[in-house]
């Protein structure tokens, strides 16, 4: 442990009024960390696979997001190749580095860079943990493989999703994103749920899109 953080709990641990926690006192907060207690799971998402997809792509819309569904990794070059004509969008993009086998062969007239995000980049491209069909949200984490960076700095977001990661409840993907750590052997520095474009009604309470992030979210389903 740091010597700031190491610091830091003790500034709480003195507001609290005690020391450090014995092994009696660890036991049940280590106990209820490694319990992962569910809520509550709205009756909606109890659906099969292809259930939990009409679902996520229906909430998704409903949101703003507009959705493609692919073959295959394959065909995703071409999807946004696809997207970027329809939206009169600048051929090329800034792609998580964890996209780094995509095969930009495939639509030539896409000018890719792997990286983080910056102001003057007008497209990101991420991959995601997990799908949600409750709200048609998508789950990210940060990374080397994965800037957060590419999240919310281009105003246009589009994201790859594997069918098979799109879950019922955001339960199940805490679930997904705890087994997801174990196997990486560590945790994300941040966890990011978007549902939709950037939106905000601070401003004269009206709905603005586009303030905080992204203007635009596009989701490519990859069927496998």
Known sequence: MSAAREQILSGIRKALGRGPLDETGLAPIRQRLQGHSRHIIPARVNLDAEGLVELFISKARGVSATVEAVADMAAV????????????????????????????????????????????????????VAGVAETGTLLLTSGPETPTTLNFVPPTHIVVLRRDQIVGAYEDAWDRLRVNTLLAGRQPRAANFITGPSRTGDIEQKIQIGVHGPLRLHIVIVEC
């Open 77 to 128: 070059p071409q999807a946004v190749a696809r997207y970027l004509t329809q939206e009169n969008l600048p051929a090329r993009l800034v792609q998580a580095p964890g996209l780094a086998d995509m095969d930009w062969s495939l639509a030539p007239t896409i000018a890719a860079r792997s990286g983080l995000a910056e102001e003057p980049d007008e497209v990101g491209l991420t991959p995601a």
